[in-house]
T-cell receptor, first 110, second 116 residues
Framework: TQLLEQSPQFLSIQEGENLTVYCNSS?????LQWYRQEPGEGPVLLVT?????EVKKLKRLTFQFGDARKDSSLHITAAQPGDTGLYLC??????????FGSGTKLNVKP | GAVVSQHPSRVICKSGTSVKIECRSL??????MFWYRQFPKQSLMLMAT?????????EQGVEKDKFLINHASLTLSTLTVTSAHPEDSSFYIC????????????FGPGTRLTVL
């Protein structure tokens, strides 16, 4: 079992649609991060959320950290084919362990 | 700044041979380096955490004798897959931190290992 569970696991949508990806845990994290990974490459950091209830926006992407710091969400508005990729949440657990979520594979069709 | 490289980017080897993968921090000293493994269409799974000059800490289920990690300097960590088998075929990714904040990890581009 994963410490961080993401849903949905796969998502295929049309260009222009909105979507939300969820990252959930039964454990409290001091912070959570979201990454995007292209096939054959390392993950690229999108954002770090630190404070419970925090909301960060990055152009069409909105990230939220749950009040209890056990969950996070990523919302994409008006998705574009360039948003296609594997989205991963990740966080530091117990101050010395860094874990990735189970991943969400997003495909945006033109 | 904060660039991490991996070498090789791709390697194909025969079953039973050993393969060494290098992870280098190019423009900073890495206090800690991490090794991850990723199977197709899956997430990254932490294999081990290594600090310069000390033994690596392996995650549960990762064989220490199978995956040898050496962190000999503040800019280089190596992962050696010993007696590789087809089930070891995977995408291996390293990351490095500059300080104690594990949130600030810099990821390498990954190494695709194929064992025939």
């Amino acid at each position: 079992t994963q410490l961080l569970e993401q849903s949905p696991q796969f998502l295929s949508i049309q260009e222009g649609e909105n979507l939300t990806v969820y990252c959930n845990s039964s454990s409290v994290f001091s912070s959570l991060q979201w990454y995007r990974q292209e096939p054959g490459e390392g993950p690229v950091l999108l954002v770090t959320v630190v404070t419970g209830g925090e909301v960060k926006k990055l152009k069409r992407l909105t990230f939220q950290f749950g009040d209890a710091r056990k969950d996070s969400s990523l919302h994409i508005t008006a998705a574009q084919p360039g948003d296609t990729g594997l989205y991963l949440c990740a966080g530091v657990y117990n101050f010395n362990k860094f874990y990735f979520g189970s991943g969400t594979k997003l495909n945006v069709k033109p | 700044g904060a660039v991490v490289s991996q070498h090789p980017s791709r390697v194909i080897c025969k079953s039973g041979t050993s393969v060494k993968i290098e992870c280098r921090s190019l423009d900073f000293q890495a206090t800690t380096m991490f090794w991850y493994r990723q199977f197709p269409k899956q997430s990254l799974m932490l294999m081990a955490t290594s600090n310069e000059g000390s033994k690596a800490t392996y995650e549960q289920g990762v064989e220490k004798d199978k995956f040898l990690i050496n962190h000999a300097s503040l800019t280089l960590s190596t992962l050696t897959v010993t007696s590789a088998h087809p089930e070891d075929s995977s995408f291996y990714i390293c990351s490095a931190t500059r300080g104690a904040d594990y949130n600030e990890q810099f990821f390498g581009p990954g190494t695709r290992l194929t064992v025939l």
